[in-house]
Protein backbone atom coordinates (compact mmCIF):
# COMPACT_ATOMS: atom_id res chain seq x y z
CA UNK A 1 0.00 0.00 0.00
CA UNK A 2 1.72 3.33 -1.06
CA UNK A 3 1.79 6.13 1.74
CA UNK A 4 -0.98 7.97 -0.03
CA UNK A 5 -3.51 5.13 0.43
CA UNK A 6 -2.16 4.41 3.82
CA UNK A 7 -3.02 7.88 5.19
CA UNK A 8 -6.71 7.63 3.61
CA UNK A 9 -7.32 4.64 5.49
CA UNK A 10 -6.60 6.13 8.51
CA UNK A 11 -8.49 9.24 8.27
CA UNK A 12 -11.61 6.17 7.25
CA UNK A 13 -10.37 4.39 10.92
CA UNK A 14 -10.19 7.73 12.53
CA UNK A 15 -13.60 8.81 11.37
CA UNK A 16 -15.50 5.51 12.30
CA UNK A 17 -13.85 5.82 15.94
CA UNK A 18 -10.83 3.93 15.45
CA UNK A 19 -7.58 3.88 17.04
CA UNK A 20 -3.84 4.81 14.78
CA UNK A 21 -0.28 5.10 15.00
CA UNK A 22 1.12 7.50 13.16
CA UNK A 23 4.56 9.52 12.66
CA UNK A 24 4.88 12.96 13.19
CA UNK A 25 7.82 15.58 13.54
CA UNK A 26 8.81 14.47 16.98
CA UNK A 27 8.02 11.30 17.50
CA UNK A 28 5.46 8.31 16.73
CA UNK A 29 2.12 9.04 17.58
CA UNK A 30 -1.22 7.10 19.02
CA UNK A 31 -4.32 8.96 18.50
CA UNK A 32 -8.00 9.14 17.88
CA UNK A 33 -10.63 11.76 17.21
CA UNK A 34 -11.24 14.14 19.84
CA UNK A 35 -15.08 13.57 19.57
CA UNK A 36 -15.54 9.99 20.39
CA UNK A 37 -15.44 9.59 24.11
CA UNK A 38 -15.57 5.84 23.24
CA UNK A 39 -12.75 5.94 21.27
CA UNK A 40 -10.87 8.33 23.65
CA UNK A 41 -11.35 5.86 27.33
CA UNK A 42 -10.17 2.92 24.92
CA UNK A 43 -6.89 4.69 23.98
CA UNK A 44 -6.22 5.63 28.00
CA UNK A 45 -6.83 1.90 28.17
CA UNK A 46 -4.46 1.10 25.79
CA UNK A 47 -1.36 3.01 26.75
CA UNK A 48 -2.66 2.09 30.51
CA UNK A 49 -2.31 5.43 31.29
CA UNK A 50 -4.29 7.33 34.16
CA UNK A 51 -7.87 9.74 33.08
CA UNK A 52 -6.13 12.26 35.56
CA UNK A 53 -3.02 12.72 32.85
CA UNK A 54 -3.95 14.90 30.36
CA UNK A 55 -2.98 13.96 27.29
CA UNK A 56 -1.79 15.87 23.94
CA UNK A 57 -4.17 16.88 21.25
CA UNK A 58 -3.07 18.10 17.82
CA UNK A 59 -4.34 20.43 15.28
CA UNK A 60 -3.66 21.26 11.76
CA UNK A 61 -4.56 24.96 12.08
CA UNK A 62 -4.40 27.66 14.04
CA UNK A 63 -7.46 28.37 13.42
CA UNK A 64 -9.00 24.92 14.73
CA UNK A 65 -6.67 25.67 17.94
CA UNK A 66 -9.14 28.88 18.84
CA UNK A 67 -11.98 26.76 18.73
CA UNK A 68 -10.61 24.97 21.71
CA UNK A 69 -8.32 27.70 23.48
CA UNK A 70 -11.09 29.66 25.73
CA UNK A 71 -8.28 32.51 26.17
CA UNK A 72 -7.54 33.95 22.89
CA UNK A 73 -3.87 35.43 25.02
CA UNK A 74 -1.83 37.99 23.09
CA UNK A 75 0.99 35.41 24.10
CA UNK A 76 -0.70 32.63 23.31
CA UNK A 77 -1.23 34.00 19.38
CA UNK A 78 2.42 34.92 19.49
CA UNK A 79 3.88 31.46 20.05
CA UNK A 80 1.36 29.80 18.16
CA UNK A 81 1.87 32.04 15.10
CA UNK A 82 5.99 32.18 15.73
CA UNK A 83 6.36 28.01 16.45
CA UNK A 84 3.35 26.19 14.28
CA UNK A 85 3.70 24.21 12.99
CA UNK A 86 6.83 22.70 15.04
CA UNK A 87 7.41 21.13 18.51
CA UNK A 88 6.07 22.84 20.55
CA UNK A 89 2.56 21.71 23.25
CA UNK A 90 1.21 24.95 24.22
CA UNK A 91 -1.27 24.66 27.49
CA UNK A 92 -4.45 26.73 28.09
CA UNK A 93 -7.50 27.31 29.43
CA UNK A 94 -10.45 25.61 27.42
CA UNK A 95 -13.69 24.99 26.87
CA UNK A 96 -14.39 22.63 28.85
CA UNK A 97 -17.73 21.73 27.67
CA UNK A 98 -16.43 20.51 24.01
CA UNK A 99 -13.34 18.60 25.86
CA UNK A 100 -13.68 14.95 27.25
CA UNK A 101 -12.72 15.36 30.87
CA UNK A 102 -9.60 12.79 30.47
CA UNK A 103 -8.06 14.13 28.07
CA UNK A 104 -7.40 17.67 30.17
CA UNK A 105 -6.98 15.30 32.95
CA UNK A 106 -9.89 16.40 34.53
CA UNK A 107 -9.19 20.51 34.62
CA UNK A 108 -9.32 22.99 32.23
CA UNK A 109 -6.05 23.56 30.27
CA UNK A 110 -5.54 21.43 27.31
CA UNK A 111 -2.46 20.74 25.86
CA UNK A 112 -2.46 21.49 22.19
CA UNK A 113 0.14 21.21 19.24
CA UNK A 114 0.20 21.93 15.55
CA UNK A 115 3.10 19.42 14.21
CA UNK A 116 5.36 19.98 11.38
CA UNK A 117 4.65 16.75 9.46
CA UNK A 118 2.93 16.33 6.43
CA UNK A 119 0.76 13.10 7.99
CA UNK A 120 -0.78 13.94 10.77
CA UNK A 121 -1.87 17.38 9.59
CA UNK A 122 -3.30 16.11 6.44
CA UNK A 123 -4.91 13.55 8.36
CA UNK A 124 -6.41 16.21 10.70
CA UNK A 125 -7.87 18.13 7.71
CA UNK A 126 -9.56 15.15 6.31
CA UNK A 127 -11.15 14.53 9.93
CA UNK A 128 -11.77 17.90 10.15
CA UNK A 129 -11.20 17.61 14.13
CA UNK A 130 -8.23 17.64 15.98
CA UNK A 131 -6.79 13.74 17.40
CA UNK A 132 -5.30 12.75 20.40
CA UNK A 133 -1.25 12.74 20.22
CA UNK A 134 0.67 11.08 22.72
CA UNK A 135 3.46 8.98 21.94
CA UNK A 136 2.66 5.38 20.68
CA UNK A 137 4.29 3.90 23.85
CA UNK A 138 2.76 1.87 26.98
CA UNK A 139 2.53 4.77 29.68
CA UNK A 140 5.79 5.20 31.37
CA UNK A 141 8.00 3.15 28.59
CA UNK A 142 10.18 4.74 26.02
CA UNK A 143 9.32 7.23 23.27
CA UNK A 144 9.57 5.99 20.34
CA UNK A 145 11.39 7.87 17.19
CA UNK A 146 11.73 4.90 14.83
CA UNK A 147 9.43 3.04 13.32
CA UNK A 148 11.56 -0.07 14.57
CA UNK A 149 10.91 1.32 18.18
CA UNK A 150 7.06 0.61 18.12
CA UNK A 151 6.78 -1.78 20.35
CA UNK A 152 5.06 -4.56 18.77
CA UNK A 153 2.34 -5.53 21.40
CA UNK A 154 1.10 -2.26 20.90
CA UNK A 155 0.69 -2.06 17.75
CA UNK A 156 -1.54 -5.11 17.27
CA UNK A 157 -3.71 -3.53 20.27
CA UNK A 158 -4.55 -0.74 17.33
CA UNK A 159 -6.51 -0.51 13.89
CA UNK A 160 -3.87 0.76 11.99
CA UNK A 161 -0.37 2.11 11.69
CA UNK A 162 0.79 4.45 9.19
CA UNK A 163 4.65 4.00 8.75
CA UNK A 164 6.68 7.07 7.83
CA UNK A 165 9.75 8.92 9.55
CA UNK A 166 10.04 11.51 12.39
CA UNK A 167 12.70 14.15 11.58
CA UNK A 168 12.88 16.02 14.89
CA UNK A 169 13.34 12.75 16.71
CA UNK A 170 13.32 14.58 20.32
CA UNK A 171 10.02 15.05 22.28
CA UNK A 172 8.00 18.75 21.76
CA UNK A 173 8.64 22.15 24.49
CA UNK A 174 5.52 22.37 26.77
CA UNK A 175 4.83 25.54 28.45
CA UNK A 176 1.82 26.06 30.62
CA UNK A 177 0.21 30.20 29.45
CA UNK A 178 -2.23 29.28 32.15
CA UNK A 179 -0.11 30.26 34.77
CA UNK A 180 1.45 33.90 35.31
CA UNK A 181 3.98 33.47 34.75
CA UNK A 182 4.28 31.15 32.54
CA UNK A 183 5.91 28.32 32.89
CA UNK A 184 7.99 25.25 31.04
CA UNK A 185 6.50 21.90 31.69
CA UNK A 186 8.74 19.77 29.75
CA UNK A 187 11.97 21.30 27.52
CA UNK A 188 12.08 19.57 24.39
CA UNK A 189 13.00 20.52 20.90
CA UNK A 190 11.87 23.74 20.65
CA UNK A 191 13.88 26.65 23.12
CA UNK A 192 11.95 29.48 23.97
CA UNK A 193 13.36 32.50 24.27
CA UNK A 194 13.36 35.34 27.34
CA UNK A 195 11.15 37.45 25.26
CA UNK A 196 8.85 34.05 24.19
CA UNK A 197 7.82 34.05 27.99
CA UNK A 198 7.21 37.83 28.58
CA UNK A 199 3.05 38.57 28.48
Not at 89 to 115: A, F, W
Not at 144 to 166: I, K, S, T, Y
Amino acid sequence: MSQKEDIKKAVKILHDGGIIIFPTDTAFGIGCRIDSKESVDRLFALRKRSIDHATPVLVSSIDMALRYFAEHKELVLSLMKKYWPGALTIVSTCHTDQIYSPIRGGKENIGLRMPDHPVPLFIIRELGVPILGPSANFHGEKTPFLFEALDQRLMDLVDFVVPGDCAVRRASTVVDCSTIPISIVRQGAVQLSEDDMKI
